[in-house]
């Protein structure tokens, strides 16, 4: 069982920079891959970034590429994910997700989910 609890969030002028933290409960989150989604009103939750369980291997969504990185500390339990060159269409709640061992993109492959923190991008 892992539990994952984000932080970070919060309201940003358009060209701002925000980092979101998650952090997981469990002595073997080492071993899991983790992703960020994020999910806009009225819209489907949709992929953006995910990071191997080593830190070794990360993979971007085309619409946050060279804006955004992801990354991790398992010695902290946390992965974070660092947004620069915001943009109102960034604008959502944002998610963090686990998986055991294998990167992914495919949202239900993902095991266990945190609550959410909401990011919002004034233009």
């Known amino acids: 069982q892992v539990q994952l609890v984000e932080s970070g969030g919060g309201l940003v002028q358009a060209g701002g920079s925000l980092r979101l933290s998650c952090a997981a409960s469990?002595?073997?989150?080492?071993?899991?891959?983790m992703g960020w989604f994020r999910q806009a009103p009225g819209k489907e939750r949709e992929f953006v970034a995910a990071?191997?369980?080593?830190?070794?291997?990360?993979y971007y969504a085309d619409s946050v590429k060279g804006r955004f990185t992801i990354s991790r500390d398992n010695a902290k339990n946390t992965v974070y994910l660092q947004m620069n060159s915001l943009k109102p269409e960034d604008t959502a709640v944002y998610y963090c997700?686990?998986?055991?061992?294998?990167?992914?993109?495919?949202?239900?492959?993902?095991?266990?989910w945190g609550q959410g923190t909401q990011v919002t991008v004034s233009s």
């Open positions: 997700a686990a998986r055991w061992l294998s990167m992914v993109v495919a949202i239900y492959e993902y095991d266990y």
């Open positions: 469990g002595r073997t989150f080492s071993s899991y891959a």
């Open positions: 990071i191997s369980w080593s830190g070794g291997s990360t």
